[in-house]
């Protein structure tokens, strides 16, 4: 029993190997050359909102570095002349090369009316 392929069967084979073909010279190309520099992480604050009993601040993660960070912690402190007044953490769990994540922390306290919301990393672990 001899079965002959179509032109369609032909067809998808062919592209199907270039895809895969193609995908793994990226993956050669990207690990032959990538710097690996370590993880750099940048934390920007936006807008607060307030809830039901509570305020809400939204934090953006950025990693620009060449490796991947886990388990990073944040903390957010609102601060009246210096003094921290509230602090609050953040934990990302997974933070890819070149990604971005976004989560909220949250305080009793109205950020408006304090001086100043800081933002810090204070650690993460390197994959």
């Not at 895969?20 to 032959?32: H, R, S």
């Not at 993880?39 to 039901?52: C, M, R, T, W």
Request: net charge negative; charged share 20%.
């Amino acid at each position: 029993m001899n079965i002959q392929k179509n032109w369609l069967e032909w067809l998808v084979f062919a592209v199907s190997l270039v895809l895969v073909l193609c995908t793994l010279g990226y993956l050669v190309y990207d690990g032959a050359t990538s710097a690996k520099t370590p993880a750099n992480i940048e934390l920007e604050l936006g807008k607060q909102q307030s809830q039901a009993n509570h305020f809400i601040i939204p934090v953006s993660v950025t990693n620009s570095g060449d490796t991947t960070a886990e388990t990073v912690q944040i903390e957010v402190t609102l601060e009246n002349s210096g003094k921290e007044q509230e602090s609050a953490q953040l934990e990302i769990g997974f933070l890819p090369r070149h990604s971005k994540r976004e989560g909220w922390v949250t305080f009793q306290t109205d950020p408006r009316t304090v001086q100043e919301t800081k933002a810090r990393v204070l650690g993460f672990e390197q994959s």
